[in-house]
């Protein structure tokens, strides 16, 4: 059996296992690379395999750094099934198509500059994929549940296992059998912190031949959850009286749902009052009946809380605004709305009309709870900035602008730590992957002295071979 690593080695993005073995060839994940300019250029370079050839894909989540390719994949001849949790199968039919409306709009935009004098960009002005792929795609997923293993070829067997990461997020457990042999791999996906909202604590695995394994925030831990919820409701507290809205730029796939859940939460608890919501965001609305739909992911805190939710007393006022007219009108509330939007960056989609209009009046806020990458409008509002450009004008931020660092879908070091050490006796073969350099270095050297492992920090396209080859190759 090999296993080549073709994505997410030292960078967080562009998740893609190819395994082979004599009778089978299949993906674990088929990721788009996201980031700046040169990295998404990747996206259109072709497959270092054929996909005609491939047996099946296994997904372990929706998120677009581990699925976003699966529409080109496609285009390019993969015709077998993409198996993955129900949840997930879900999410794609949102996420993929958005996906291709983004590929479609960029390609458009890239050609209209090519026209003019940006010729030098050379920006290629065919869409990655398009619309068509990301549907024809969706007819080859199959969702499987959770924790019943199923053989998607007569030598392989897998299992889905909660990875507490968002909804449908799943660990696989693998069995490859090759000339009578079984290698045991597993694949944890992203995990998910301990004790965040909605979703089950990432489950614990005890064996594994070959463990590939995450380290987004490998070398760093998260601020306490509970304070930085006691910072959301004095923040809410404190602006409500002021009388101007707040404005929360979140995700629309996880972070939205995780500060409904809260603010649901804090509502019954009596700690926030009267509370009047508007999510607005087309896909935030969507995924979040997908996240409703599925209570059976649920853990024990939010069943109490969807039953709190049936009885229908003491809820907050919780719109969701469809059309554009809906959305416009929200320009009018002066005060006490809570207006959560996408996209969580601020640099696309509704939420820079809301950031217009509430920016420049100093009894609002903005409280931002995701990460805020480099050159974009929630990274210049979270450094201090003034003033900001907002479609071509000049707005002068005159709001109160908070940040919350608590909230995180991924697990950090303690936590990764605590996964890792769920294993009974140290993986023979360990690939920490799905980390910026620094952070999978410093975890993989956690897991040697913490735990003994022996550990490689893969580069792209680097394989793997079971067995070993007697003169104990590897990477590094
Ligand atoms: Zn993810």
């Known amino acids: 059996m090999k296993l080549t690593v073709l994505g997410a080695a030292r960078e967080v993005t562009g998740s893609c296992y190819l395994i082979e073995t004599t009778s089978a060839r299949f993906l674990v994940d088929c990721g788009m690379v996201q980031g700046g300019r040169a990295a998404k250029q990747r996206n259109y370079q072709p497959f270092g395999f054929d996909p005609a050839n ?79 792929d990301a549907e024809a795609c969706l007819r080859q997923v199959r969702p499987m549940p959770y924790d019943k293993s199923f053989a998607p070829h007569p030598d392989v067997v897998c299992a889905f296992r909660d990875a507490g990461h968002i909804l449908g997020s799943a660990i696989i457990e693998l069995w490859v059998t090759e000339a009578g042999e079984t290698v045991k791999l597993v694949f944890s996906g992203d995990l998910g912190q301990p004790g965040r909202a909605i979703l089950r604590n990432p489950t614990l695995i005890s064996e594994a031949d070959i463990l590939v394994m995450e380290s987004t925030y490998g070398d760093r831990a998260h601020r306490d959850q509970a304070a930085t919820i006691d910072e959301m409701v004095e923040i809410i507290n404190h602006v409500s009286p002021r009388g101007g809205n707040i404005v929360m730029p979140a995700f629309a796939v996880g972070r939205t749902q995780e500060i409904l859940y809260h603010l649901h939460c804090l509502s019954r608890q009596n700690r926030l009052h009267d509370l009047s919501i508007y999510v607005d965001s087309p896909m935030a609305d969507r995924a979040t009946r997908i996240t409703t739909r599925h209570l059976e992911l649920f853990d024990e805190e939010a069943h109490a809380l969807a039953d709190w939710h049936d009885a229908g007393r003491g809820l907050p006022a919780l719109h969701f605004t469809a059309s554009v007219e809906e959305s416009k009108a929200l320009n009018q509330v002066r005060s006490g709305a809570i207006i959560i939007s996408a996209s969580g960056m601020c640099d696309a989609g509704r939420i820079r009309h809301h950031l217009r209009w509430n920016l420049p009046r100093p009894e609002c806020a903005v409280l931002i709870t995701g990460f805020q990458a480099q050159g974009t409008l929630g990274r210049r509002l979270v450094d201090g900035a003034e003033r900001v450009r907002i479609f071509g004008e000049d707005i002068a931020v005159r709001a109160s602008v908070h940040t919350l660092n608590g909230f995180s879908a991924h697990a950090d070091r303690p936590a990764l730590l605590a996964w890792a050490a769920g294993f009974s006796k140290p993986p023979a073969q360990v690939l920490v992957t799905h980390g910026e350099a620094a952070a999978a270095q410093s975890f993989a050297q956690a897991l040697r002295t913490d735990l003994g492992w022996s550990v490689v920090v893969p580069e792209l396209g680097a394989t793997l071979d079971w067995p070993p080859a007697a003169s104990g190759k590897t990477d590094q």
């Open 54 to 132: 491939l047996d099946f894909v296994l997904l372990t989540h929706a998120h677009i750094d581990h699925s976003g390719m699966l529409p080109k994949l496609v285009r390019d001849g993969f015709r077998g099934p993409i198996l993955t949790t129900d949840a997930t199968g879900d999410l794609l039919e949102v996420m993929l198509p958005d996906s291709a409306h983004i590929q479609e709009a960029d390609a458009e935009r890239a050609a209209r500059g090519h026209h003019g004098t940006s010729k030098a960009r050379q920006t290629p002005v065919a869409p990655i994929y398009t619309m068509r």
